[in-house]
């Protein structure tokens, strides 16, 4: 402790090389907290969904429609214990920089097959089923565009065009944040009475009374509907979830090479610079040799010299990643809810910032602690 | 009592493919209590044997002992500690550390020590007491001048109350006031606080000041002049 003052003056000596180092390591570790949340956003979001719910989609591509008639024939397969269905409507809000996904829903069988998972207040649930025109949002929605329950809505329809008019009922909240809570849920009715048969379910949403059977229940329901004008394929929500994710490609590996790189390079700045003020600092360091500072005391201040920009750094490119996907409310367009930085992340970022700190120190403190006295005074003098 | 001794000392240097002889057995002492100037050509080895004395070089061969310690079998981690309690250095171009103030630099010496915060202000207040600026201490090096420089580390030299004061060129940079402030603070030194000086000096009104006057060329010891009445 009673060599922080030096370590502190040491680091004040170039105050713009310091601070500019600092920011480098903290853009590191911002970019690296981010873009490995991204990864683990769309690992949970691979693995999200109940095990007793199912996907039916259309055979061909989920982009294409099913028939609304399947719900009859869908109930009757064994083991099938709920149907309700949803349609992507694609609607934006103002001047529509801010995305949001709105769903024409069955209002009451998906609140029912999504209990566990929506939480929705007994008399704002029952104030939504009763209106055609109300809508459910998810609180963050609600949070990032000032809206109030009792508003009235206007999206702009893109998909479905026209002013389409909502009455916001209710909130939801969640149990699982990958979910998202920016979805905005609105009755399928509504759709339907506007735009008659140009409108059919994207897909059917299954409640079945054993997980075990899903493979089963799969098998049964795409060999029924084989010959159909739609044939389907059926999986479950989890996997559903995941072949949504692979749509993106190996991202995984894109966004952890680019990671990795970035705190490459600025292991690389960062250790330039330690170089350099040890460097320009030999004289310094002979004279603290003069009057008695062991090798070992030098190499260690060297070693915090760094530590400190590191962990500095580390605490604001950390601090900003976590702080600035709450402020902004960033899900990534929709792609990404529930954006959050990990503990896990912060654990890792702290982890590269020390080693960042030994490797970017160990060259310069290494030189500095072997550093021959005669040969350095010998410059100055 | 001799507190240096310098046994039979042998001393080269490798310049490129070429051995350089600095010493060859080269045999001096330095009582306690004394003070001592070391004069000669460029290049006769009168810095090399402040190194020598120091600890911050080793001999060839040969024995440097100082206050009992053999200093030339000491290990590096040896030397530091045993510098941080006998040995202040003093250096031509003052060598304070720019970023710190100059009761920071002064105080650099006793970081070593077991002293509290509050000791340590203490008695970097004496030592900047002795040479004389007590009001420069928040002083940074930048804002003195080279006399005050010098002042602040031969303040950082005895702060730590070594037995041994070695100055290289101290007065090498300095102006005449300059000089004879640094010259009459060592002689005071050595008086009042009967610390033993050992001084590299070209200078000659330097030299006048010491009691003893030892003249190295090409490494030899040529001759040892007592100085009459240069002190009290």
Redesign the interface.
């Known amino acids: 402790m009673k060599f922080f003052p030096l370590v502190l003056s040491n680091l004040m000596r170039h105050k713009l090389r310091t601070t500019l180092t600092i920011l480098s390591i903290a853009l590191a570790l911002f970019l690296f907290a981010s873009l490995r949340t991204v990864v683990t956003q769309l690992e949970i979001s691979s693995q999200l969904g109940a095990a007793n719910r199912m996907i039916v989609q259309n055979a061909t591509a989920f982009i294409f429609p099913l028939p609304q008639s399947y719900a009859t024939r869908l109930a009757t397969i064994p083991h099938v214990t709920g149907v309700t269905w949803a349609n992507w409507f694609g609607g934006k809000y103002g001047d529509g920089r801010k995305f949001f996904g709105p769903l024409a829903v069955d209002p009451a069988s998906y609140l029912e097959i999504y209990k566990n998972d929506f939480l929705v207040q007994s008399d704002q649930k029952e104030a939504f089923l009763r209106e055609r025109t109300a809508v459910i949002v998810g609180q963050g929605l609600l949070k990032a565009f000032g809206w109030k329950i009792g508003d009235n809505v206007t999206l702009q329809g893109t998909i479905y065009p026209g002013d389409w008019t909502f009455t916001i009922r209710g909130t939801y909240s969640l149990k699982e944040t990958a979910y998202g809570d920016e979805q905005f849920l609105f009755h399928y009715d509504y759709l339907y009475e506007r735009v008659k048969d140009n409108v059919s379910p994207g897909w059917f949403i299954l409640r079945i009374d054993d997980p075990a059977r899903s493979g089963v229940v799969a098998k049964s329901i795409d060999d029924s509907f084989r010959n159909s004008p739609a044939p389907t394929k059926t999986g479950t929500e989890q996997a559903f979830s995941a072949g949504f994710m692979t749509m993106f490609g190996n991202i995984q590996l894109l966004m952890g090479t680019i990671g990795m790189a970035v705190v490459f390079a600025i292991l690389l700045i960062a250790a330039n610079a330690m170089l350099m003020n040890q460097r320009e600092r030999s004289s310094e360091v002979a004279v603290l040799k003069t009057v008695g500072f062991t090798d070992r005391t030098i190499f260690s201040l060297v070693i915090v010299e760094a530590a400190f920009m590191a962990l500095t750094g580390a605490a604001l490119g950390l601090g900003l990643a976590i702080i600035l996907p709450k402020a902004t409310h960033f899900n990534a367009f929709g792609f990404l809810p529930g954006f959050h930085v990990t503990s896990g992340t912060v654990m890792v970022g702290a982890g590269i910032a020390l080693l960042l700190s030994v490797l970017s120190g160990f060259t310069p403190a290494y030189q500095a602690a072997r550093m021959p006295v005669v040969q350095a005074l010998r410059r100055v003098e | 009592m001799a507190l240096v001794e310098i046994r039979d000392v042998y001393k080269s240097f490798r310049r490129d493919t070429q051995a350089v002889d600095v010493y060859t057995g080269l045999t001096v002492d330095f009582e306690e209590g004394s003070f001592t100037a070391l004069m000669g050509p460029s290049g006769s080895g009168k810095?090399t044997l402040l190194?020598l004395v120091?600890g911050?070089?080793k001999p060839t061969s040969g024995i440097v002992r100082v206050g009992g310690a053999e200093v030339s079998r000491m290990n590096?981690?040896q030397l530091?500690?045993w510098?941080?309690?006998t040995i202040g250095?003093v250096?031509?171009?003052y060598?304070l550390?720019?970023?710190?103030t100059a009761q920071?630099n002064v105080e650099?010496?006793l970081?070593?020590t077991n002293l509290n915060?509050r000791d340590?202000a203490e008695r970097v207040a004496i030592a900047l007491g002795v040479v004389g600026l007590s009001d420069r201490l928040e002083h940074y090096p930048r804002q003195l001048s080279g006399g005050q420089e010098q002042r602040v580390s031969i303040a950082?030299a005895i702060v730590?109350d070594p037995q041994l004061i070695l100055l290289?060129?101290p007065t090498g940079q300095l102006d005449a006031k300059s000089s004879e402030e640094v010259l009459t603070l060592l002689q005071r030194l050595n008086d009042e606080f009967n610390k033993t000086i050992i001084v590299v000096t070209h200078d000659a009104k330097a030299a006048e000041r010491a009691k003893t006057v030892l003249h190295l060329d090409k490494g030899v010891l040529v001759e040892r002049q007592a100085m009459q009445g240069a002190h009290g």
């Open positions: 810095s190194n120091a911050l070089d590096t981690s530091a500690t510098r941080s309690r250095f250096f031509q171009s060598n550390l720019p970023v710190l920071q650099l010496p970081l070593l915060k340590r950082r730590a290289d060129e």
